[in-house]
């Protein structure tokens, strides 16, 4: 008997030197209806619930809770051991969906792992009120298929988070890909076998299967991040994560609600949680720069004059730094006078989003530019909330969009409403929780519940949490210590056939995600194409190349201000992560030349074993569309700086 979707295996040259491989299906599984999941048949009212209930307790035993509490039951099954698939994709977001789709396609056998119920990743885990995108869902959505494209009707400019699942449910459905995910089931170890050539990925659930390929599609913003602050288990009610939001959805009527974080999901939540609770205190310990969304409905005849320019709009998005595209003046703002930087401003605020930093060319590059942007958005603040004490805290005094800009709707105005109050935890930090309050500098906030928005161990840390071995015993988090090292951002010396996707190293969380994923799953289905073409057994970076990449990417980010600031780029929001700026700012066109080049050279900087010939010339199969060329009208200074230091 063949596991599902196993139906292929032989067609790889290394199935058969794995020894222990059964090729069998064990175990039984169950066929898991997300409806169940996204329904929001009724409201949790944390008021009617009889004892504490912890949410996130910043241990497991709080995550556990968080799931029986959420209504998530993990159907039963045993486990399954000794089956073997061509390819083992940890996660089911956007990059796994999209990778198993390609897999399918090229007649792989593949298994997908997810931890949660359902596909969609980041959008499965964070319901919280007022979760969306901030890129324009016309973009942050897949452009592989163009009949999805023209097929699929977003009703907003900014798609809320229950039509993003429902897009990604529709994806998964029409590209008939559900039937090889398990769904919640954690991946709790990788190890390579040597001698056998092949992974053995063992699960929570006590799986253990094998796979020549093994593809991280783990998530950049998936390992929340949850502070251990004092006395945590003694306050009464309950505790709740942004990135670990009930399905249920919260009432938050009549109670007293306090917000830690003013980050990007703090700042979506706050204007709707104001609208139900009693008193909402926010706990801000950096001040955030934000724009207003101007978010709207996309009428049927926006949509329609849209999808004739789709295809246009694509290649377009393609060959922008973002990865994404928006009108770009590229002129410096030191160039012009104050009149006129006043009269781009104010247009670029009118559009708003985050197209604002494309008011001019050198904001995020020279201070002093970055200083006119800053000084007209501390204006905009003052101009919105009216008490000026909570208006100069709201002001941030660092660079202009170094941290993620945020895009919302309300927010400044929020803090405007008499039952909303603003707490600085910036010098005094929260001390304590109690039974009822949060303490902050020996006040008491009396509080019925909180929400953490403190955010996710941003790139790798839903690495951290998988203990994964490669060559000689090498595990990823011992050579991660100092700081993430991948070639590419793909993949990582000692840990063969082990692929990541938006990985440290890549432009990731600095273009739009979408386009970043795609872009290496298709890099990646035509190395394994390839790699069967030629009979590789398997693929890994070069130490000495990896080493140089890694020194690029550190290089490259000096350019940009983005470097200077305490952000999670440079992971400066966990207490102990090493200070390194984990994604390629060198813009997404550039990086994708090189990941191109590297694949027209024989895969220059990584060794293929037991090819025939492994400098053969690639079949290119997926990766044409993105050989599009850099669109020199909006070249930042980092593409220009990536472009002058060698592309290693
Ligand atoms: C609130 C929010 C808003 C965002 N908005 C935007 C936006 O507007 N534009 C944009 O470009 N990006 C945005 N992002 C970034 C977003 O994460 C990406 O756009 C994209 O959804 C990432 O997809 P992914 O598949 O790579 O990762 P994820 O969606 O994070 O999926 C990873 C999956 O892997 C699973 N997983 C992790 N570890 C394991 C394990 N050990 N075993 C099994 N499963 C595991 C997780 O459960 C998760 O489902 C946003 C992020 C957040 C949090």
């Given at each position: 008997m063949q596991a599902p979707g196993a139906e292929n295996v032989s067609s790889m040259g290394s199935v058969r030197s794995c020894?222990?491989?059964?090729?069998?299906?064990l175990g039984m599984r169950r066929p898991i209806t997300l409806r169940a999941h996204i329904t929001m048949d009724f409201q949790i009212n944390?008021?009617?619930?009889q004892g504490p209930v912890y949410f996130?307790?910043?241990t497991n035993k709080g995550i556990e809770r968080t799931m029986i509490a959420d209504g998530e039951t993990s159907p039963a099954r045993s486990a399954e051991t000794g089956a073997f698939f061509d390819a083992i994709v940890v996660g089911a977001g956007f990059a796994g969906m999209y990778m198993l789709h390609r897999l399918r396609e090229l007649g792989f056998s593949a298994r997908v792992f997810e931890?949660?119920?359902?596909?969609?990743?980041t959008w499965y885990w964070n319901?919280?009120?007022?979760?969306?995108?901030?890129?324009?869902s016309m973009q942050y959505?897949?452009?592989?298929s163009e009949e999805l494209d023209q097929q699929w009707n977003w009703s907003e400019k900014y798609a809320p988070q229950p039509e993003i699942l429902s897009y990604a449910n529709h994806v998964v459905d029409r590209f008939d890909l559900r039937r090889h995910i398990v769904f919640d089931t954690r991946v709790v170890s990788e190890t390579f076998d040597e001698k056998a050539g092949c992974w053995l990925v063992e699960t929570e659930r006590g799986d253990r299967v094998h796979a020549k390929f093994l593809i991280m599609a783990?998530?950049?913003?998936?390992a929340p991040n949850r502070p251990n602050f004092n006395?945590?288990?003694?306050?009464?009610g309950p505790i709740y994560h942004t990135g670990q939001w009930p399905h249920q959805g919260v009432d938050f009527t009549g109670l007293r609600v306090g917000v830690i974080g003013t980050g990007s999901s703090a700042i979506q939540s706050i204007p709707i949680i104001a609208q139900q609770a009693t008193a909402l205190t926010v706990f801000q310990r950096t001040a955030t720069w934000s724009v207003p969304a101007w978010n709207e409905k996309l009428t049927p005849e926006y949509l329609q004059a849209a999808k004739a320019e789709y295809p246009a709009l694509r290649a377009k998005a393609r060959a922008r730094p973002t990865g994404f595209y928006f009108p770009f003046n590229t002129?410096?703002?030191?160039?012009?006078?104050p009149e006129e930087r006043e009269k781009q401003y104010e247009e670029s605020w009118a559009r708003?989003?985050?197209?604002?930093?494309?008011?001019?060319?050198d904001l995020l590059f020279e201070k002093a530019a970055n200083d006119t942007i800053a000084d007209f958005a501390r204006r905009k603040i003052r101009g919105i909330v009216k008490d000026p004490v909570t208006a100069d805290l709201l002001c941030?005094?660092?660079?202009?969009?170094?941290?993620?800009l945020c895009v919302d709707t309300g927010y400044f105005e929020t803090?405007?409403?008499?039952?909303v109050k603003l707490v600085d935890v910036?010098?005094?930090?929260?001390?304590r929780f109690t039974a009822h309050a949060i303490e902050v500098n020996g006040v008491e906030y009396p509080l019925d519940a909180v929400v953490?928005?403190?955010?996710?161990?941003?790139?790798t840390g839903s690495f951290d949490k998988i203990r994964i071995t490669g060559r000689n015993g090498l595990t990823l988090s011992e050579k991660w210590r100092a700081g993430p090292r991948a070639y590419l951002g793909i993949a990582s010396a000692g840990f063969p056939n082990l692929f990541m996707i938006t990985?440290?190293?890549?432009p990731s969380v600095l273009a739009s995600m979408i386009q970043a994923i795609e872009q290496h799953v298709d890099w990646l289905a035509d190395c394994m194409g390839h790699m069967r073409d030629v009979g590789a057994t398997s693929i890994e970076p070069i130490l000495k190349d990896e080493d140089a990449w890694v020194e690029h990417v550190n290089e490259v980010s000096?350019?940009?201000?983005?470097?200077t600031c305490s952000s999670w780029y440079v992971g400066a929001?966990?207490?102990?992560?090493?200070?390194v700026f984990m994604?390629?700012?060198?813009?997404f066109p550039v990086y994708v030349q090189k990941c191109n080049e590297v694949m027209n050279n024989g895969w220059d900087g990584f060794i293929l074993e037991?090819?025939?010939?492994?400098n053969a010339a690639p079949r290119?199969?997926?990766t044409e569309r993105w050989r599009v060329p850099l669109d020199i009208e909006v070249i930042s200074p980092a593409a220009v700086a990536a472009r002058r230091v060698p592309v290693v």
């Open positions: 020894g222990n491989v059964r090729g069998m299906h944390p008021a009617t619930l996130c307790s910043g931890a949660g119920g359902g596909v969609g990743g319901r919280y009120p007022g979760a969306r995108c901030d890129v324009e959505s897949f452009s592989f783990v998530g950049c913003l998936s006395g945590l288990e003694d306050f009464n002129k410096p703002a030191l160039e012009a006078n708003g989003g985050l197209p604002f930093l494309g008011a001019y060319g941030p005094d660092n660079v202009f969009g170094c941290k993620r803090y405007n409403m008499p039952h910036s010098r005094t930090p929260i001390e953490c928005a403190t955010g996710f161990a941003a790139m990985g440290p190293g890549s000096t350019v940009s201000l983005r470097s929001n966990i207490p102990g992560r090493p200070r994604p390629y700012i060198g813009g037991g090819a025939q010939d492994s290119v199969r997926y």
